[in-house]
């Protein structure tokens, strides 16, 4: 892909993304995994969602790649076991300590690296009892300043509230998403629908 990855568009210091540019970029990978667990005959589950998975074509378009380890559930299955483990911060609980893999690891992992594309912060950079997810938890809605990018923050920005609220809108999608209990986590259709609503609003 011609724009390489997510991952080399946070990190690096040769590029940027602006806000629209992240949450669209975070909407092409929802659908691209409502389609896989909604769309496809047999529910697909990736197992390795995250930064540098994320491909980025000539117009800035998202493509999920790297279907290594991806697993499809049977026609009565909505989950199963592995001993395949994917990459460690972005790993949902029930898989990372019974190998239970279900649409739902899929719906955590997006939900850490939603988190980590508006904070450019890694899910591994966090020691002892804090996490990404309880660091962004800890600042909503009020200290959102704390967490966000700072790269995204202009002082002379006079959209800077506007903007504020639609990340902070975008960071309880991301919880919503990597609740402990699979059961917790919203579903890839719901969050594209609500990623959708906030990029309206951010427009408008």
């Given at each position: 892909m011609?724009?390489?990855?997510l991952?080399?568009?946070l990190y ?20 691209a995994?409502?389609y ?5 005959a047999?529910?697909?589950i990736h197992?390795d ?11 800035m378009?998202a493509h ?6 991806s ?11 592995t ?17 239970l893999?279900s649409t ?6 997006y ?10 912060r ?8 804090l ?10 809605p009020?200290?959102i ?15 800077l509230?506007?903007?504020l609220d639609v990340v ?10 990597c609740?402990?209990?699979p ?22």
């Amino acid at each position: 892909m011609p724009n390489g990855s997510l991952e080399k568009y946070l990190y690096s210091h040769n590029y940027f993304l602006d806000i629209k540019q992240r949450l669209s970029i975070m909407i092409d990978v929802a659908c691209a995994l409502e389609y896989l667990h909604h769309g496809c005959a047999l529910p697909v589950i990736h197992c390795d969602v995250k930064p540098s998975n994320v491909l980025l074509d000539e117009d800035m378009v998202a493509h999920l790649s790297d279907f290594g380890i991806s697993k499809l559930l049977g026609e009565y299955e909505s989950d199963l076991y592995t001993k395949t483990l994917s990459t460690m911060g972005y790993i949902a609980p029930e898989y990372g300590q019974d190998g239970l893999v279900s649409t739902k690891c899929d719906v955590y992992s997006y939900g850490i690296m939603l988190l980590e594309t508006f904070t450019r912060r890694k899910p591994n950079d966090f020691e002892g009892d804090l996490s990404l997810k309880q660091w962004v938890s800890n600042s909503l809605p009020e200290a959102i300043m704390d967490v966000l990018d700072a790269n995204l923050i202009t002082p002379t920005n006079n959209r800077l509230q506007k903007e504020l609220d639609v990340v902070a809108s975008i960071m309880e999608v991301a919880l919503d998403c990597c609740a402990e209990s699979p059961e917790g986590r919203t579903n890839m259709k719901d969050v594209v629908g609500m990623l959708r609503k906030i990029m309206i609003q951010l427009l408008t």
